[in-house]
C-alpha cells in the first residue's frame, strides 16, 4: 500500500503562486508514478499533471499547463505541484495520486485526502 498526504493548501489572493506538496509514504518506489488532480465546486475530478519516478518524464493537461509545475523529490518521496497567477476559478480540493504507470485517462490506484485552495478575487 501506498500512502499520500497533501500539505500547502490554504487561501491565497488571486494572482498569488502556490506550492503544493505530496509526501508518499507505505510501499514506496521511486518508480511510482506520481500526480496532481483537482475537483472545484460542482464540477468533476480532473487531470492536471503527472511525473515519472524513473525518468522524470512529465504529463500535463494542454489546458493546465499555464497554470502548473509538477517537480519531485525522489530522494523525500515527495512530489510538488506549483501553481501560478491563481484566479478565483482555481479554488478546488487538489489531490495527489500515485500509481505503477501512466497512461491515458489516468485514474491511479492510491489517493490523498486533498488539500483545499481557495482563491480570493
Known amino acids: 500500500q501506498v500512502q499520500l498526504v497533501e500539505s500547502g493548501g490554504g487561501l491565497v489572493q488571486a494572482g498569488d503562486s502556490l506550492r503544493l506538496s505530496c509526501a508518499a509514504s507505505?510501499?514506496?518506489?521511486?518508480?511510482?508514478?506520481m500526480g496532481w488532480f483537482r475537483q472545484a465546486p460542482g464540477k468533476e475530478r480532473e487531470f492536471l499533471a503527472a511525473?515519472?519516478?524513473?525518468?522524470?518524464?512529465?504529463w500535463y493537461k494542454a489546458s493546465a499547463k499555464a497554470l502548473v509545475d509538477i517537480s519531485r523529490d525522489n530522494a523525500k518521496n515527495t512530489v510538488y505541484l506549483h501553481l501560478n497567477n491563481l484566479r478565483p476559478e482555481d479554488t478546488a480540493i487538489y489531490y495527489c495520486?500515485?500509481?505503477?504507470?501512466?497512461?491515458?485517462?489516468?485514474?491511479?490506484?492510491?489517493w490523498g485526502q486533498g488539500t483545499q485552495v481557495y482563491v480570493s478575487s
Open positions: 511525473i515519472s519516478g524513473s525518468d522524470g518524464m512529465r
Open positions: 495520486a500515485a500509481d505503477t504507470d501512466y497512461r491515458n485517462n489516468w485514474y491511479p490506484a492510491y
Open positions: 507505505g510501499r514506496t518506489s521511486g518508480t511510482l508514478v
